[in-house]
């Protein structure tokens, strides 16, 4: 199936073009938001929708990514958080992996001839140097291996094949000769390298991950009808924020009209049905054998 572009398909989402164009229709020759430029309110209005992205308006995105020949995953260009990391089996149902924060990722100084550590040495258009020399930060490889010297602990492996009373010792759902947490791989989101540490026995070469992406810098970047009037409430409340001229009552209005614009938005767009409640409930109730 071809990729859908909802900015000219969705009926559900408005562009962010055809947002600037509606406001700027709307404003009087009076309106303290008159005399902004259309840089100032595109910019604005970017910033709201990258704003709505982090806990109103998510947009949620899912993509298959290739495992890299040091078990990484580079994050994609548009990444802002992880939702889910996982493999997907026959039955086209997503199996995820477990966040381990025990993962290694370290890296070493990177050495020249002499042995020593090196730096970049950058410079301008000018010829002048770009960085305070004071302020260098060492060139850095990536070093997983393992430290040198020593004995290492018990890491626990040996408890899948311990049986523990799970009423006496408290282990709930833990089965004979099966430990608990069981998962198809673990995995460590590393921001300084953007990427993800990927630790699976499953000899997969790819997973799906499942990330709150950044709308700001998309293409053309769009919002849902349920928060268009929130951005519009955005916009003009960034306006008047910093303007000496604006009144304070003035100011304090636009700020409550649009948080109570995105309170309506959030509460539009994140309703929890009374199906999807029963869904929940009886999703534990099971049948036990009767005697």
Known sequence: ???????????????LTELIGDFK?????????????DSAIRNIALRGIRDFGFDVTSRVRSIKLSIESNDTVTLPDDYVDVIKVGIVDSDGILRPMAQNKNINYSQKYALNEAG???TDSTTDSDGGPLDIPDNLVLNRVDDKTATSGGSTPDSGDLDYY???NYLYQGGIGRMYGVGGGMRVGDYRVNLDQNRLEIETNSGRSDVVLEYIADEARSTNPVIHVYAEEALRCYIYYKLCERKSNVPANEKGRARSEYYNERRKAK?????????????????????????
Do not use: C, H, Q
Not at 4 to 11: A, E, F, Y
Not at 25 to 35: H, I, Q, R
Not at 267 to 291: H, Q, S, W
């Open 267 to 291: 509460a539009r767009l994140g309703n929890f049905t009374k199906d999807e409640a029963l869904r929940v409930i009886r999703k534990n109730f099971k049948l036990a054998p009767k005697y």
């Open 162 to 164: 311990m049986f523990e």
């Open 25 to 37: 229709v709307t404003m009087d020759g009076d309106d303290y938001a008159a005399n902004a430029s």
């Open 116 to 118: 020593d550590a090196t």
């Open 1 to 15: 199936m071809a990729f859908t572009d909802v900015s000219t398909k969705g009926m559900n989402y408005v562009t």
